[in-house]
Nanobody, 133 residues
Framework: QVQLVESGGGSAQDGGSLRLSCVASGNGARTYCMAWFRQSPGKEREGVGA??????????DSVKGRFTFSRENGNNGAQILYLQMNALNLEDTGTYYC????????????????????????WGQGTHVTVSS
């Protein structure tokens, strides 16, 4: 079982920056894929991106060039996931969730599962991001 705790949400102006953090702890956390999802009012939860334990990263098209994932090892096998968000715009407003899933075999290689809500079984409580003009 993996536990996830996010931090770092808040408010920023259009064009500003924020950094989110997520600490994943528990058995096997180091091997898990970690991802960020977000949900805006009235919209479905969407994947922002994912990073595997080899630090290979996938980004949603809407955040490419603006958001950056990074991941580092913490104490006792914990993993710390960061999401650096630059050039924020109003559409980035929402609740951001950290999620984790076991990698899966794709084409003979271990990869993160597709960026879909039902592919990730461990979730944090969410942190709010508000971007204003």
């Amino acid at each position: 079982q993996v536990q996830l705790v996010e931090s770092g949400g808040g408010s920023a102006q259009d064009g500003g920056s924020l950094r989110l953090s997520c600490v994943a702890s528990g058995n096997g956390a180091r091997t898990y894929c970690m991802a960020w999802f977000r949900q805006s009012p009235g919209k479905e939860r969407e994947g922002v991106g994912a990073i595997d334990n080899y630090r290979r990263i996938t980004y949603h098209d809407s955040v490419k060039g603006r958001f950056t994932f990074s991941r580092e090892n913490g104490n006792n096998g914990a993993q710390i996931l960061y999401l650096q968000m630059n050039a924020l715009n109003l559409e980035d407003t929402g609740t951001y969730y950290c999620a984790a899933a076991r990698p899966m075999v794709v084409g003979g290689d271990w990869r993160c599962p597709p960026m879909a809500y039902d592919q990730y079984m461990h979730w944090g409580q969410g942190t709010h991001v508000t971007v204003s003009s």
